[in-house]
């Protein structure tokens, strides 16, 4: 089969390797359709974290199962499903309390592979969302709005409930990246009528104004967060949504929050905060790996289904596996907000 691997900072390539085969009762072998680059998967082609030379990639993906262990009792060769990243068990302590992206049992070194024609997916009797029909009964834009669930759209929605937003929130979404888009869709699925996202590009800003956002601040820095205080009368937001990572961008979530709010963070912190803004004001600060099958089975898919959200819509550029190293340029040039990786047709 053909995959795509990492071979140093700045360059990929796409490699003949064998085929996956089932190895334990839990697994299922998929055979991928769309996949997709992740913001966290530049911290190492550019180089700011390590990966292992040759080592497969990619960790959002939607496919047809292929085969099945002995113990996967809940989808079946032929199912249509997505495969996020997230391998929950479902029966641990941590997937039991609705936080699967924390699963005690999750298998060491799965975040990858997804950029391929086939994945080995672990734990695939719980953690695979089985989608109705087959991929030739859904739209183009459908299918795209099914692959966001495998990750982005899912990570989007655990800022938001990590955030704890209420209906009648004011909302402060920083990061207008595909998971900070996507976490507009979250606050407003949680009934925030007020949303008010920091963006700094004009292409992310309408999306995020389709999406949901009623204010876009372009400003940086102070004169970013004298803005929401501005909007806000004062006294801040009601919930921040942080879907960056950067040290600076937790400190600037505390300082746009109003006493006593939560900031749910999504972004794989640089480092914890040093500041004392949060202890003074009474602010929560929480958040992590999204609970990806979790929100999907509960609320994701079915909003999908119904047409209420079209998160697919941060997928910018397509290109095919042949065509990786294009894929993570446009990325990371900002070129692309997402793209969108076209493995195999219907």
């Not at 009964?137 to 669930?149: G, H, I, K, M, V």
């Not at 009648?168 to 949303?195: E, F, M, Q, W």
């Not at 950067?246 to 972004?267: D, F, N």
């Amino acid at each position: 089969m053909k995959a795509a691997i990492f071979v140093e900072p700045g360059k990929m390539d796409v490699k003949e390797m064998p085929k996956p085969k089932i190895e334990k009762p839990g697994q299922a072998v998929i055979r991928i359709l769309r996949a997709c680059v992740c913001g966290s998967d530049l911290w190492w082609y550019r180089g700011i974290s390590k990966r292992e030379s040759g080592s497969l990639v990619g960790h959002e993906a939607i496919g047809i199962v292929e085969e099945v262990g002995s113990d996967v009792t809940t989808v079946h060769p032929g199912d249509f499903v997505i495969a996020p990243f997230t391998h929950g068990c479902g029966y641990c302590a941590a997937c039991r309390a609705g936080f699967d992206g924390s699963c005690l049992n999750k298998p060491a070194g799965r975040n990858g592979g997804y950029q391929g024609e086939y994945l080995l997916f672990e734990q695939a009797n719980w953690a695979l969302i089985k989608i109705p029909g087959k991929p030739e009964n859904y739209s183009d834009e459908q299918l795209n709005n099914f692959l966001t669930l495998a990750d982005v759209m899912a990570t989007g929605y655990h800022a938001a409930t990590s955030a704890e937003v209420k209906p009648g929130d004011t909302t402060v979404v920083i990061g207008d990246g595909a998971v900070g888009l996507c976490g507009v869709i979250g606050a407003r699925l949680r009934g925030a009528s007020r949303i008010i996202l920091m963006s700094h590009h004009e292409d992310r800003a309408k999306l995020g104004r389709e999406f949901g956002a009623t204010d876009i601040i372009s400003k940086r820095g102070k004169e970013a967060v004298a803005k929401v205080m501005e909007l806000t009368n004062g006294a801040g937001a009601d919930s921040v949504l942080e879907c960056v990572g950067a040290t600076s961008s937790i400190e600037e979530a505390g300082k746009v929050a109003r006493p006593g709010a939560v900031i749910g963070r999504v972004g794989v912190p640089q480092t914890e905060p040093s500041s004392n803004t949060l202890f003074w004001k009474n602010i929560g600060l929480r958040g992590g790996i999204a609970s990806v099958t979790t929100y999907d089975k509960n609320l994701l898919l079915d909003e999908v289904l119904k047409g209420n959200i079209n998160p697919g819509k941060v997928f910018t550029k397509r290109f095919d596996l042949d065509h990786i190293q294009d894929a993570y340029e446009a990325m990371s040039n900002r070129e692309a907000i997402k793209s969108l990786i076209i493995v195999a047709d219907k």
